[in-house]
């Protein structure tokens, strides 16, 4: 049996690399959450967050409003984001998710979301047990009601 190779970006990451798919729709979520919430949340992609659980990189990562600063950077959050979006990538599979889900809601975070690209599908918890799925195709919203974002499907997975 062959050996799996590990690329540069994860040994780096921690976390397998993103797939073109993946790619795409983090970028169309971006997009989305900056024309809906405007300036109700900071946006954040690929930051690392330590976690009391140990430390996580989320695809997407909704903060509090706050600033840039040009000379007070940080490298990595020291506070859980109030809403981490992560994107299954081809070689990973739910229940990573399921258990991330979990450290995130345990330090704080009051909404996760995952997103699976082959089946159109996001599913929204807000608790670890708890959670909704939208599939585009079949429902036209998704509604995170702990965030109070509505956001268009079909602009996600066109």
């Given amino acids: 049996m062959e050996t799996p ?3 540069q970006y994860e040994l780096e990451r921690g976390k397998p690399m993103p797939s073109k798919n993946h790619a795409i729709i983090q970028s169309r979520l971006i997009i989305a959450f900056a024309k809906l919430t405007g300036d109700r949340f900071t946006i954040l992609s690929e930051i690392s967050v330590d976690l009391p659980t140990g430390g996580v990189v989320p695809d997407i990562a909704l903060y ?13 959050m020291t506070t859980p984001p109030l809403c981490a979006i992560e994107i299954i990538s081809p070689s990973q599979n739910n229940q990573q998710f399921i258990k991330k889900a979990e450290n995130y809601f ?3 975070t009051r ?3 995952v997103v699976d690209p082959v089946f159109r599908q996001i599913h929204v918890f807000d608790s670890p047990e708890q959670y909704q799925t939208f599939q585009a195709g079949r429902e036209d919203t998704l509604i995170d009601r702990v965030m109070d974002i509505r956001l268009s499907l079909q602009e996600i997975f066109k």
């Avoid at 509090?64 to 990595?76: G, I």
């Fill in 64 to 76: 509090p409003p706050t600033s840039y600063e040009a000379f007070n950077d940080e490298v990595e």
């Fill in 106 to 108: 345990k330090a704080g």
């Fill in 111 to 113: 909404s996760c979301w």
């Fill in 5 to 7: 190779t590990i690329s």
